[in-house]
């Protein structure tokens, strides 16, 4: 069966079936794999995409070369992730309808011999491409930091995005910004998609409340916390304590701003570049609150390896906007369109199926230059 057509899309009616996963495939679970994995954000995201559509969300293999983020995701989802992924024979790698990877830049030869796949050699994305050339997923959700975007003048990721294309997938990119998506935290990330068919795939627009810092900030935080008394009055001489919970950022240039949101968290930033009120630092709860995470997931580290963990981690509800567009463009659903999917999209504009046809093709025009 082919995927969902505009014709039949413009005219559902909440309570229509749609084809399920089980018509679509031979399968009754999203098989996913999960590369750089850090402490499972994509994970979580998967999995709660997944219960909105009525389907189940299954990882078959995690990677990630850190042994502090790999003991969190065992302690968290029971299964610990290998190591070093360029040490894995991509003929080991479990077959799997979606690769999900938050891999770190790195520079590469953009001039090179113009081989696209070869040219990306030595470099972490390398290892991606390599398993979606020989694993064939139907899709692929990858993330990036903003400047990516910009990097090299925009050529590291024109190759990057020639070489996904050159395997076969049909590729598109957003910038998102956390803020967009109910968090409280300023965070722009690079989201690049694919697919191996045309699909009724769009971007989720965000435009979601955000929540407060009250619903994310904890109440009683033990003193060591918080900031020396130097650092204080320090923080106090160059602003002056407003009348709400504010997250005061000091940047490289030493400039102090304080706004009803969290700027982004940073693994490798100073300690107190980021305080409550110009007060305190933020706990390990509430830096995994603002990623997303949700407080059912376990701390297993101490307060160094947490805050550089939270700091890598990507924005769980953006991710989880982008991976339910993707299920439901792929039939990835239990197959009822209900009215709980409904309100979904009349709220928070991250459904579809009823929007006009033009959203309705992976080519077509955003910020990005596909041809």
Not at 204 to 230: F, R
């Amino acid at each position: 069966m082919s995927v969902l057509s505009r014709k039949r899309l413009n005219k559902l009616n909440v309570g229509d079936k749609l084809p399920t996963m089980k018509e679509m495939s031979d399968q009754n679970s999203i098989r996913f794999i999960d590369l750089f994995c850090g402490i499972g954000g994509f994970h979580i995201a998967a999995e709660k995409a997944a219960a909105l559509l009525g389907v189940s969300a299954e990882c078959v293999l995690s990677s990630d070369i850190d042994q502090p983020c790999q003991d969190v995701y065992e302690n968290n989802f029971g299964s610990k992730p290998l190591g070093d992924i360029s040490k894995i024979d991509a003929n080991d790698i479990p077959d799997h309808d979606l690769l999900l990877a938050g891999f770190p830049c790195q520079p590469f030869s953009i001039i090179g011999h113009q081989k696209g796949f070869e040219d990306t050699r030595g470099t972490l994305f390398f290892e991606i491409a390599r398993i979606l050339k020989a694993k064939k997923p139907k899709a692929f959700v990858l993330e990036n930091v903003k400047m990516l975007r910009g990097h090299n003048n925009g050529r590291t990721l024109g190759r990057i995005l020639e070489t996904l294309r050159g395997l076969g997938y049909i590729v598109d990119y957003r910038v998102l910004n956390a803020l967009d998506f109910g968090l409280p935290q300023k965070r722009e990330r690079i989201f690049i998609v694919g697919f191996k068919k045309r699909c009724s795939f769009t971007w989720p627009d965000g435009d979601v409340p955000m929540k407060p810092l009250s619903a994310i900030l904890e109440t009683d935080v033990p003193e060591n916390y918080y900031a020396s008394e130097y650092i204080q009055k320090k923080r106090l001489a160059s602003r002056k304590p407003t009348g709400e919970l504010t997250i005061w950022h000091e940047n490289k240039s030493g400039h102090i701003s304080a706004y009803p949101y969290s700027c982004a968290l940073r693994a490798g930033a100073s300690y107190n570049y980021l305080l409550v009120n110009g007060k305190r630092r933020l706990t390990p709860r509430e830096m995994l609150r603002l990623q997303g995470f949700p407080d059912s997931f376990k701390i297993t580290c101490n307060y160094s390896q947490s805050r550089k963990q939270a700091g890598n981690s990507l924005p769980v509800p953006t991710a989880q906007a982008i991976l339910f567009q993707l299920f439901a463009s792929q039939g990835w659903h239990s197959g009822l369109y209900t009215r709980e999917i409904y309100e979904i999209k009349s709220t928070n504009k991250q459904m579809i199926l009823l929007e006009g046809k033009s959203k309705y093709d992976c080519k077509k025009k955003s910020e990005t230059a596909n041809s």
